[in-house]
């Protein structure tokens, strides 16, 4: 009988406990909504050009003050220059103007509003096959 009131009483607290715990707070510039499109891939930025390559497309992506934070971000996760980081970035497909201007370049630009991840890539296939070749 008491271990039957001890068990009733736990499950009372818990559920208790539960209904009084809170949402995390976060910041309003990590929160997402469902409608903001998210781009994942990998993302290289040299000194005139900056792109990122999904599984579906490849996209220019506009150098602004996002951009250059998003490769600043990336460098830690570099060997070279040339090395593709991931990402997970939200933005916005414009039209890319050089393309319009010059026949050059990808279809369209991405303006990123937010970065949500940047970590090493997971394909390093071109250093593998260097590497292959050496031995």
Request: hydrophobic content about 35%.
């Amino acid at each position: 009988m008491r271990s039957l009131l001890l068990s009733l009483f736990l499950c009372i607290g818990l559920l208790v406990g539960c209904k009084n715990e809170s949402e995390p707070k976060s910041t309003e510039e990590n929160v997402l909504t469902y409608d903001e499109p998210r781009y994942k891939g990998d993302f290289i930025y040299l000194a005139d050009a900056a792109v990122l390559s999904t599984s579906d497309d490849i996209y220019a992506v506009k150098i602004d003050e996002k951009a250059t934070e998003l490769a600043s971000k990336a460098k830690e996760f570099q060997r070279t220059p040339y090395d593709m980081v991931q990402v997970v970035v939200t933005g916005e497909l414009v039209p890319n103007p050089l393309k319009a201007e010059t026949g050059e370049g990808w279809d369209q630009m991405l303006v990123i509003d937010k970065i949500i991840e940047v970590r090493k890539s997971k394909s390093s296939s071109v250093i593998q096959a260097q590497e292959q070749e050496d031995n």
